[in-house]
């Protein structure tokens, strides 16, 4: 009987942790560029004196699913998606680099190229990208690179700034932090990447996929149930 109270509560500790990560998928289902989350945990055996006949279920770091999203087309000059693979690079508030797939930009009072969260969005030399104002128009091609015309200039004129940042760093090489961002988990920055291309007036959408959130959140609270009639009895 103690050997089964140890199971029914680890099996219970497992499923509440698995139920927090899909409703937050479920939160996130229109978050642009959102990576949806999976529950994982391993089997470990209670260490002490005597025999280890008890078992439980220990909780790892959730894994990712890097899974491209669909695109959406706004029409928005700002707006970039991710073609395939690879990563926007951006500064966090400890001013180390960050990386996401949410394009959705925009130039602050200061001339300063940022996410709609208000992260700075680096070049290739991991320096924040600064624009001169004021500005008439501002566009981004495909390689990143940031063009615009300033507020005076001819109609034709066509000035190029810096380049965004692009990444494709191996996703197994990747963390996922509280803040929705990844970085690398040595700690390093990932040299930018010539092969990323972007698609300008459009943003991906999160690869959440509601069916299987919901499924998988009625599936978990049988779990549960099962676990605490288990522990009762």
């Known amino acids: 009987m ?28 229109n978050t ?28 790892e770091m959730a894994g990712t699913n890097f899974k491209a999203g669909p695109l959406m087309q706004t029409g928005r000059k700002l707006d970039v998606a991710i073609r395939g693979e690879g990563f926007l690079a951006v500064q966090v508030e400890d001013g180390k680099e960050a990386y996401t797939r949410m394009g959705s930009l ?26 001169p104002l004021p500005m008439e128009k501002v ?17 034709d004129t066509v000035e190029e700034y810096q ?9 197994r090489a990747l963390s996922k932090g509280n803040d929705g961002l990844f970085r690398r988990a040595d700690g390093q920055a990932e040299k930018a990447s010539a092969q990323v291309r972007l698609a300008s007036g459009a943003l991906e959408s999160s690869n959440v996929n509601v069916v299987d959130e919901m499924t998988n959140l009625i599936r978990l609270q049988r779990q549960f149930d099962t676990q605490v009639k288990l522990m009762q009895t």
């Open 2 to 29: 103690e050997k089964l109270i140890y199971t029914a509560m680890s099996g219970a500790q497992h499923t509440l942790m698995a139920q927090q990560i899909r409703a937050n998928n479920l939160a996130n289902v």
């Open 32 to 59: 642009a560029g959102f990576r949806a989350d999976f529950e994982r945990v391993s089997a470990y055996a209670l260490t002490g004196d005597g025999y280890q006949s008890r078992v439980m279920a220990k909780e």
């Open 106 to 131: 925009r130039v602050s009072p200061l001339g300063v190229l940022e996410t709609s969260t208000g992260l700075s969005v680096l070049d290739d030399a991991g320096q924040p990208i600064v624009l």
């Open 139 to 155: 566009e981004i091609n495909q390689d990143g690179t940031v063009i615009g015309r300033p507020e005076g200039a001819a109609p």
């Open 163 to 171: 380049r965004i940042k692009l990444v494709n760093p191996d996703t």
